[in-house]
């Protein structure tokens, strides 16, 4: 198996990971404000990080804790934003509008690194756009306050991919530091906006702290970490392919384990933006390429 096979293979879990996270960040945040939440989960993913790989992550460059600085403070301002939108949106909402920033991505590069997109993201903006409108618009054709968090999460989680794939790719730049680093970032950042605007609260049960556990541990340690590694062996569009799976596996989340069912034009909202999604990212000539040269040695 090839690094780039391994390492797309890498992504499924990360997917996994996240599509829990919404649900898991509603669980705490009935108890929890959103920098206290991000604060705990960040710093305590660190501390893990460090605990287990203490004389690698001794040895950092003075570059990639520059680039740690940069990029943690990047991710601070998406998990708030995210945090925010899960507060006041719904689980499922929250996993699919999320998913936008593979649609961000190209429109970025294309805006601060001159790399032409496709013709085919007009079609897939298009796509979103009624989408979005699908999934979040009521009955006075307002958005949600979360739906709108959500997407500017999405906006700058492609800048955040951008950075990163840019960064790791430096010389003098580890990409398994620069992922420990940048939690410990996100992590102060938040305590100390926690400590200016909330009211410091410590969570009274065991299915918030068992929350914050799993959020800390898999769904922003290893989660984050793997994917600032992976994308030293991949593309940015690999990740955004196999990261389609994210919002599914968050809707089945939102149905078992919160309740939550959708409209039927949400329904349709949410499958007209993973097709969208899928056309942006996927080479379809290329693909159907490779299926022809495959039928044709099959036959007699």
Known sequence: MTKRAKADLAIVPIALCWSFSYY?????????????????????????????????????SIRTIKYSLCIGTILTAIYITATYGVKYTSVSNAGFLCTLAVVFTPLFAFIFKGVIPERKLILVVMMCTVSIALLTLNEELKPALGDVFCILSAAISAGHLLVTESAVRKEGVNAFHLGVYQLAVVGILNALLAVTFETVYIPATMKVWGAIFV????????????????????TATHVGVILTLEPVLAG?????????????????????????ILIMEIDVKSVAKILFQNNSHTLP
Do not use: H, W
Request: proline residues 4%.
């Open 24 to 60: 898991l960040n509603r669980v705490c945040l009935d108890e929890v404000g959103p920098f206290a939440l991000n604060a705990l989960r960040f710093i305590a993913a660190f501390a893990a990080a460090m605990a287990i790989a203490y004389p690698s992550l001794r040895k950092v």
């Open 252 to 276: 089945f989340v939102a149905y078992f384990f919160a309740g939550e069912i959708l409209l039927p034009r949400a329904y349709a909202g949410a499958v007209m933006l993973i097709i969208g």
């Open 215 to 234: 959020l800390a541990v898999f769904c922003t340690g290893f989660a984050l970490v793997a994917l600032v590694i992976v994308q030293k062996y991949t």
